[in-house]
């Protein structure tokens, strides 16, 4: 693996440890696609640092399992802007 991937994998896994970021958040933050920071996290980082990549998949599980709330929030919120005429 090209050095450049397995800092920027690292990279991935801190930011997303830090700020309990999405996998959304992250790539717009890094400027990649969803599916990079995806493969990043759970297949090249398993091969280089194992303990950061099992942190970050715990923040990303709590994610996901939360998911279906903030999108619900989101559509509440969208509703609750637009005005009846």
Do not use: C, W
Not at 26 to 31: D, K, V
Not at 36 to 48: A, E, G, S, W, Y
Not at 73 to 85: G, I, N, P, R
């Amino acid at each position: 693996m090209k050095d450049y991937i397995e800092e920027r994998a690292i990279s991935i896994a801190n930011y997303i440890v830090d700020h309990n970021a999405t996998v959304r958040q992250t790539a717009r933050e890094f400027g990649v696609s969803k599916s990079t920071v995806h493969k990043d996290v759970t297949d090249r980082l398993m091969q280089i640092n194992p303990t950061l990549a099992k942190e970050a998949r715990k923040v990303l599980d709590v994610n996901k399992s939360e998911r279906h709330i903030r999108g619900g929030l989101a559509t509440k919120e969208k509703y609750m802007h637009q005005h009846v005429v």
